[in-house]
């Protein structure tokens, strides 16, 4: 029943900034962590940042200080504003909902490209 959307991807120069948006349907969207991931071609997804029903905000190093990640409950959505974006930065980006480990729902990603 749960299903999440992102969008706001897209093709941005170095030092650029994108704001990606997570669109949850579904019931109870306060319960649940929502994060955002990404997946680099040949590497592994990893975490980028999360944030919890109480608002506690979790960053990976790399993105510290650059990415910042909120939600808005009202509208059952999740952002992730990225600054001062570098080449490495290019992955598909991954919007999930997880409650206590037990239950897991991943949107379908959006494409972010940072190249000059």
């Known amino acids: 029943q749960v299903q999440l959307v992102e969008s706001g991807g897209g093709l941005v120069q170095p030092g650029g900034s994108l704001r990606l948006s997570c669109a949850y349907s579904?019931?109870?969207?306060?319960?649940?962590?929502m994060g955002w991931y990404r997946q680099a071609p040949g590497k592994q997804r990893e975490l980028v940042a999360d944030?919890?029903?109480?608002?506690?905000?979790n960053y990976a190093t790399s993105v510290k200080g650059r990415f910042t990640i909120s939600r808005d409950n009202a509208k059952n959505s999740v952002y992730l504003q990225m600054n001062s974006l570098k080449p490495e930065d290019t992955a598909v980006y991954y919007c999930?909902?997880?409650?206590?480990?037990?239950?897991?729902?991943w949107g379908q990603g959006t494409q972010v490209t940072v190249s000059s």
């Open positions: 579904g019931r109870f969207f306060t319960i649940y962590t």
């Open positions: 944030i919890t029903s109480g608002g506690i905000t």
């Open positions: 999930r909902a997880t409650q206590r480990s037990t239950v897991n729902y």
